[in-house]
Every structure is written in structure tokens, then in C-alpha cells.
């Protein structure tokens, strides 16, 4: 009897272990493997009070499946940046393993449920987009690059409800944090407190280019893509697999003009060297940060598109990508300036650097591209579909 009773205890155990474990499994915890997949999240163009991460765009910012991009009616990052989910050979995000039974083959009578200040709110994915752009690129933008923003946006809506409602919002397809989803406002009722006097214009221009885009996403294969954008990049983006780690066909670094008409194209953090020590070692432990500081950093790879890839920081390996998020820089294409008091991080660019540039598609829409245009350059091998609703 005792040996039944103390099997019967085991499997309870075990029963109760499982969804523990699985959940570990799926990536809700923290820790590298975290870092390392690649996930969509909306970047802002503002500055958060103690990271220095971007925050929701002002007028003329943009922000891009990695950070919105834009500034006094420009963009500034991107919608998405890479952190939590990862990217399967079908070329869609998934959260975590654990969104398949929530899976979805599409639109459901064309709406979209959307985690809004922490509430779930269904409605047509073509609202929803219209306040994903006027939350990510400025009205001040040529009307094709507002267009290319609007395809982008609704690709990346797309993209999440195949991949299935994550762990994060069981309740909702996409929220509106951008850390983890995309930037959203009501446009409606966020429009006059945004833009004022040139309210009623912006909107009017804003639901002008979603609805001359309806309909239409990004695709390869058949599939919606992870369709990532940013401010502003270097001459060139960056590769996927530069930057997050994983090789997708439509995130390679492609040449971009425009970026240095940013506000924020180049910019610098400078720290005490106290205020570095502490930094450092709230996320590297083991890292030595003694002796002369101009030791402390060695061994760094860069990509082709100039970001930093690597380095060793106290003997420590760390990736650019995470000093970025870190020090609250604009970029990880960066330089260092050290003294025996400071260290400065110069950055050139805006955002992460992958996909759709939004000052690069400014720029190219005002040299006469049309938005299918810029979309092919920036996600070559793409082709835009019309959804079957």
C-alpha cells in the first residue's frame, strides 16, 4: 500500500511539473536562448526615462518592426526588434512553442483582436493599421513611404495571427507594447492632442494610404513575412543574421540612402566610468572591469553594414545587439571614446537596422519609387499578396 501511495504522489508530481517545465521550454523564461531568437517588437523614436530606449513616436517619427522612424513627421525606429520570438522555415513569427493550439489560418471576418492598455479590443485589421502608422511614421512623409509603412504594418498584424496568440496575451492576436508587439493609438481620438491644427489633414492622409493599400501584404513562399523596419540605417542595412542571429532570405543588408537626414542618424551616450562598472555588471557578473578602461573592450566583429556584432567587454563575450539595449543607444553600429573619466558610445543610425529603413523609404519615394518598389528593395525575393478574407 505504501509503494502505491508514494507512486501515486510521484505522478501527481509529475503531472503538476509538466506545464512548469514546458513553459521554461517555450521561452518564458529568461536567459540566453531569449536573446538569441528573434522576435518582433515596435521601437519608438523617444528615449525612455532611465534605459534610453526608444519610446512612442513623435510627429515626423516612424517606427519599424524594430523601431519607429520617425521625428517631427520623420521615422525613427521600427515597429519590431528582435526579442522573444523565433522565426520557423515557414518565415513566420511564433512566439513560443506553445501558440499552436491558439493557431489561426487567417483574419477571422477580417478583424483582429488587439491587447489595448492592457484590454482586449476587436477590429478590422484596416483600423488597426491606421493606428499602427500613426503611431510609427510621421504624416510629414511622401505618401508612398507611408504606403510601404501601412504594407509593413499589416504583414507584421498578419504574421502574428498565423503564428498564433503568444503566452504573453492569450487574450489577443498583437498588443499594443511596443517592446513585445507594435505601437498603436486610437487615431480617432488620439489625433488632435497629436497633431493639432493639422489633425483632420494627418488622419485624412493617414487612412488615404492604408486604404490604397488594403488588402496587401508581403509575402514569400505563400507566407507573411516578418516584415521588421527602423528609423534610420547606415549606408547599408543589417543582415538578420547579423544582428539576431538567424539567416532569413529577406532580411539580407541592402544599400539605403537617406538616413542621415535623421535627427537622431547620429548620436552619443556618455557615461562616468562608475556608471558604466555598474551597468555592465548588473548583465555580465563575471566581467573584469579593472586595471585601465581602455583594456576592458577587445575583439570585436563587425557587419558588413558596420554594426557591432560581437566584442569581448572584460573578458566577456557580449553581443552589440544587447550593449545596445543596455546603454539606451540609438544603434549598435557604434565607436567608443575612452578617458580615465568617461566612455562615449558615437552611434550612426537609428534602430536596429533590419528591413524597411523609413528614411530610406522617404528618400527613395521622393526620387519617384512607388511603394512595391521600395518593399522589393528593402525585403528582396518578396512579393506583395492580397489577403483572401
Given at each position: 500500500m505504501k509503494k502505491l501511495l508514494g507512486t501515486g504522489a510521484m505522478l501527481l508530481l509529475i503531472i503538476y511539473l509538466l506545464p512548469v517545465c514546458y513553459r521554461i521550454y517555450a521561452g518564458t523564461a529568461l536567459g540566453d536562448r531569449a536573446k538569441d531568437v528573434l522576435a518582433a517588437y515596435a521601437e519608438t523614436g523617444q528615449e525612455q526615462p532611465a534605459e534610453g530606449l526608444s519610446e512612442p513616436l513623435?510627429?515626423?517619427?516612424?517606427?519599424?518592426?524594430?523601431d519607429p522612424g520617425s521625428e517631427n513627421g520623420q521615422g525613427g525606429s521600427s515597429v519590431w526588434n528582435p526579442m522573444g520570438s523565433t522565426v520557423q522555415p515557414s518565415?513566420?513569427?511564433a512566439?513560443?512553442?506553445?501558440?499552436?493550439?491558439?493557431?489561426?489560418?487567417?483574419?477571422?471576418?477580417?478583424d483582429i483582436t488587439v491587447l489595448v492598455h492592457g484590454e482586449p479590443q476587436t477590429m478590422p485589421l484596416e483600423t488597426y493599421v491606421e493606428g499602427v502608422v500613426a503611431a510609427e511614421i510621421s504624416p510629414d512623409f511622401p505618401e508612398d513611404a507611408i504606403r510601404a509603412q501601412a504594407v509593413a504594418a499589416r504583414t507584421y498584424a498578419v504574421s502574428k495571427i498565423n503564428a498564433g496568440r503568444p503566452m504573453q496575451h492569450r487574450n489577443a492576436d498583437i498588443c499594443d507594447d511596443y517592446t513585445?508587439?507594435?505601437?498603436?493609438?486610437?487615431?480617432?481620438?488620439?489625433?488632435?492632442?497629436r497633431w493639432g491644427a493639422s489633425a483632420d489633414a494627418n488622419t485624412q492622409k493617414i487612412q488615404k494610404a492604408v486604404c490604397d493599400t488594403a488588402g496587401e501584404i508581403i509575402t514569400k513562399d505563400g507566407e507573411a513575412i516578418v516584415a521588421v523596419f527602423h528609423a534610420a540605417s547606415a549606408a547599408r542595412t543589417e543582415s538578420a543574421k547579423d544582428i539576431w542571429g538567424s539567416d532569413i532570405p529577406y532580411l539580407q543588408s541592402v544599400v539605403s540612402p537617406?538616413?542621415?537626414?535623421?535627427?537622431?542618424?547620429?548620436g552619443t551616450v556618455r557615461l562616468t566610468l562608475d556608471e558604466f562598472r555598474i551597468r555592465v555588471l548588473e548583465n555580465y557578473p563575471a566581467a573584469d572591469l579593472s586595471g585601465?578602461?581602455?583594456?576592458?573592450?577587445?575583439?570585436?566583429?563587425r557587419s558588413e553594414a558596420g554594426a557591432v556584432i560581437t566584442c569581448t567587454l572584460g573578458g566577456v563575450q557580449v553581443k552589440g545587439a544587447d550593449l545596445r539595449t543596455i546603454f539606451g543607444l540609438n544603434s549598435s553600429n557604434f565607436t567608443l571614446t575612452i578617458?580615465?573619466?568617461?566612455?562615449?558610445?558615437?552611434?550612426?543610425?537609428?534602430?536596429?537596422?533590419?528591413?524597411?529603413?523609413?528614411?530610406?523609404a522617404k528618400y527613395l519615394a521622393e526620387q519617384g519609387s512607388r511603394y512595391p518598389e521600395i518593399l522589393s528593395h528593402y525585403y528582396p525575393g518578396t512579393e506583395l499578396t492580397r489577403l483572401q478574407v
Open positions: 513623435q510627429d515626423g517619427q516612424a517606427a519599424a518592426g524594430g518565415d513566420a513569427p512566439d513560443s512553442p506553445a501558440a499552436a493550439p491558439d493557431r489561426q489560418p487567417g483574419l477571422l471576418n477580417g513585445h508587439c507594435a505601437a498603436y493609438l486610437d487615431l480617432a481620438a488620439a489625433a488632435s492632442a537617406g538616413g542621415s537626414a535623421c535627427e537622431k542618424y547620429e585601465d578602461p581602455k583594456r576592458w573592450f577587445s575583439a570585436s566583429t578617458n580615465d573619466q568617461t566612455i562615449a558610445f558615437h552611434t550612426i543610425g537609428y534602430g536596429h537596422g533590419v528591413g524597411l529603413s523609413q528614411y530610406g
